[in-house]
């Protein structure tokens, strides 16, 4: 597609349900990155993948946070039994490469609401 | 490590006037440095991007930064506000991990444009 696709654009949900955001990144990307953003908040790295590979899964704030990556194309970021901490929008992002000097491109987000 | 730091979490400039926000970056290396900008309820979007090309850097929108490494200073300017530039600006850094480099951003600085 022309840019990154993020879906759903809201959620909410209700405390200890499982939540699944999706990320379509834009054709040919090889690296894909999600981040987390708070409210006031800069943006907190969660994780990336190269390819369908995650090599570094330290930013994962707990282990109800997983991400898969199939096809070297579509991600989920999967959040098992959602507090009212995770509340909050997760950006995606791909890149053509992970090259120091490479442009990352965002989608609109993913704003979740844990009530 | 690789870091940014922006020095301000809030700007207010009247339109018209000059639009300083400021970065420093942490990096044993000759880093590559972004400005990404965030409109209310829109994606992120690049400003501009250093590779150490030239120091002085133009990006979209009249926006320019200066890399100063004796300094280590990545600031962004504009010489004349618009209110269309009330928006959030973050700075990046790429941050090496496991062979990939990751875009690691600042807390963000938001900049308000008053008439």
């Known amino acids: 597609g022309a840019g990154v696709s993020q879906s759903p654009s809201n959620k909410v949900t209700e405390k200890g349900k499982d939540v699944e955001l999706r990320c379509d990144p834009i054709s040919g990307h090889t690296a894909l990155y999600w981040y987390r953003q708070s409210l006031g908040q800069g943006l907190e790295f969660l994780i990336y993948f190269q390819g369908n590979s995650a090599p570094d899964k330290s930013g994962l704030p707990s282990d109800r946070f997983s991400a898969e990556r199939t096809g070297g194309s579509v991600s989920t970021l999967t959040i098992q039994r959602t507090q009212q901490e995770d509340s909050a929008v997760y950006l995606c992002?791909?890149?053509?490469?992970?090259?120091?000097?490479?442009?990352?491109?965002f989608g609109q987000g993913t704003r979740l609401t844990v009530v | 490590a690789q870091s940014v730091t922006q020095l301000d979490s809030h700007v207010s400039v009247s339109e018209g006037t000059p639009v300083l926000l400021r970065c420093n970056y942490s990096s044993s290396y000759s880093p590559s440095l972004f400005w990404y900008v965030q409109h209310p309820n829109k994606g992120l979007q690049l400003l501009l991007k250093y590779t150490s090309a030239a120091t002085l850097v133009k990006g979209i929108n009249g926006f320019e930064a200066e890399f100063k490494k004796s300094e280590t200073s990545f600031h962004l300017t504009k010489p004349s506000a618009h209110m269309s530039d009330a928006a959030e600006y973050f700075c990046v850094v790429s941050v090496a991990s496991g062979g990939s480099y990751i875009p690691t951003f600042g807390r963000g600085t938001s900049l308000i444009v008053h008439p």
């Open positions: 992002a791909s890149s053509s490469s992970t090259v120091m000097n490479t442009e990352a491109f």
